[in-house]
């Protein structure tokens, strides 16, 4: 399934940079997405950074639009996709304030799931977050994420070397949960 109750996927473009810019211009954001703060760049940067990051052939970009208006809000990324044994890492970026704490990050993060699972075939992804990062953590927990460990001091952030937690999910979890969080 590519669309939910509110949202749906689409392939990626250029013009979505810009909500890639408003991500990674914050600097409180930059580091729960990057693991480090980015030095400020431009928007065609930006723009050129995404472009080499869809090239790699280990490495996919979805785009999450909302359905009432097809506004973009959002990114799901892979990484480092393992063609062999079937697995991958994710990542799950609202680009505005405002669509975040409402919901949209779960269900975009289950349609996210679903094609990484049900359509393309993968068994299992990987993700690394801050460990203070609750509503990311949140989310893998309500689509159904085990936790698999952490890694202390893992990343640099503002002074401080700060801890970060590993969290695998499996494609039977998620497919128990999936209805809720994807709803009609
Ligand atoms: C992480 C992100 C995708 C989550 O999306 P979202 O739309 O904000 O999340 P949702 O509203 O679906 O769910 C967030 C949950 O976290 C909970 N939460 C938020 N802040 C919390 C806190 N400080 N402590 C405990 N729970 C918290 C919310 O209550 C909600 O749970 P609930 O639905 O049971 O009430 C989004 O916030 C985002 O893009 N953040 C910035 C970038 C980022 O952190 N990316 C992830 C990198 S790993």
């Not at 399934?1 to 979505?16: F, G, P, V």
């Not at 600097?27 to 050129?48: F, K, M, Y």
Request: some cysteine.
């Amino acid at each position: 399934m590519t669309r939910s109750r509110n949202l749906y996927l689409r392939t990626y473009q250029d013009e979505d940079a810009e909500g890639w810019h408003q991500l990674r211009a914050d600097p409180a954001i930059s580091a729960l997405v990057h693991g480090r703060l980015l030095i400020p760049e431009s928007l065609e940067e930006t723009r050129a950074w995404a472009r080499r990051f869809r090239q790699d052939p280990r490495q996919e970009m979805w785009t999450v639009c909302r359905r009432e208006d097809d506004v973009a809000i959002g990114v799901a990324t892979l990484d480092s996709i393992d063609e062999w044994n079937r697995t991958t890492w994710h990542g799950l970026n609202l680009f505005a304030h405002e669509s975040r704490a409402r919901g949209l990050g779960t269900e975009g993060f289950a349609l996210a799931l679903d094609f990484i699972f049900n359509q393309m075939n993968f068994r299992i992804t990987f993700g690394e977050i801050l460990a203070s990062n609750m509503p990311a953590r949140k989310i893998s927990e309500k689509t159904g994420a085990e936790y698999i460990g952490g890694r202390r001091d893992a990343w640099f952030i503002d002074g401080k070397h700060v801890d970060t937690v590993l969290i695998a999910q499996r494609r039977e979890r998620f497919n128990e949960v999936r209805e809720a969080c994807l709803g009609g």
